[in-house]
Each structure stands twice: as structure tokens, then as C-alpha cells.
């Protein structure tokens, strides 16, 4: 019965030593999350601050000169001639057709952030998505 009671003295002794290192870890753990938190805060702050925001038109130039804007939140196929085709769609806008050799435009996939474009090079194309706050700056 001593034997007993000694180790059970001894268990409750290494079980309160270990909750005591895991509250230990806790507070480590802590740290690192609002560690973890402000850096992601802070990388969030420097993508705004580079001007990736949300899209809201989309500009078509065509030889440098502008071929039409359209509002990126309405789908729509835009057909600059039967063998180059644009789309808007879900907020995006991306090549759809394009009869260039390399058709390196259709692969490139879509833009939507502010500032973002896709060109055609061969067809010479381009297509830049503006934000909100870009058009007072927009002249000519
Ligand atoms: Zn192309």
C-alpha cells in the first residue's frame, strides 16, 4: 500500500509538471501566431500599396489606340474580328480565340486585379484591367 501511494504522489507530481511545460508551449505558440499574423498584415498592406486591387473596367487597345472599355463585373464576349475574341467573365477578362502563331495570350491566362494585363504581341493587343481609383489619373 506505501509503494501504492508514493508513486501515485510521484504521477500527480510529473502530471502537473507537464501541464505546466505545456502552457509553456502555449504561450510559445502565442507569439508565433501574432508573429505570423503581422506579417501577413504587413504583406497585405504592400500588395494594396502596389495597386492590386479589385478591377473594375477593362480597356481593349488595339495599335495603341483604345478599342473599347468595358465594366469588368458584366460578362461579355468581345470580338475585335472573327479570329481574335476576348471574354469577361465571373469578374475576369482573358483571351478567349486569338489566331496569333504562338498563342502565348490564350495561355496566359486571366487578369482581374487593377493594374494587371494580358497582351497579344503578334495582333498587337492589349487589354488592361483599371481600378476604382485609377480613372481621375486617366487622360486622353
Ligand atoms: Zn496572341
Not at 468581345?78 to 475574341?85: F, S, T
Amino acid at each position: 500500500m506505501i509503494m501504492k501511494k508514493t508513486s501515485k504522489i510521484a504521477y500527480r507530481r510529473a502530471g502537473a509538471c507537464s501541464r505546466r511545460k505545456l502552457w509553456k508551449n502555449k504561450t510559445w505558440f502565442k507569439d508565433l501566431l501574432l508573429f505570423v499574423l503581422l506579417i501577413s498584415a504587413a504583406f497585405v498592406l504592400f500588395l494594396a500599396q502596389r495597386g492590386g486591387g479589385e478591377g473594375k473596367t477593362v480597356e481593349v487597345w488595339q495599335n495603341g489606340k483604345l478599342y473599347g472599355t468595358y465594366a469588368i463585373s458584366t460578362d461579355r464576349v468581345i470580338e475585335i474580328n472573327p479570329h481574335i475574341g476576348l471574354e469577361i467573365k465571373d469578374g475576369s477578362v482573358f483571351f478567349a480565340d486569338s489566331d496569333c502563331p504562338r498563342r502565348d495570350c490564350l495561355r496566359a491566362g486571366a487578369a482581374n486585379k487593377a493594374g494587371q494585363c494580358i497582351i497579344c504581341l503578334p495582333n498587337r493587343i492589349t487589354v488592361k484591367v483599371r481600378g476604382a481609383g485609377e480613372l481621375d489619373g486617366v487622360t486622353g
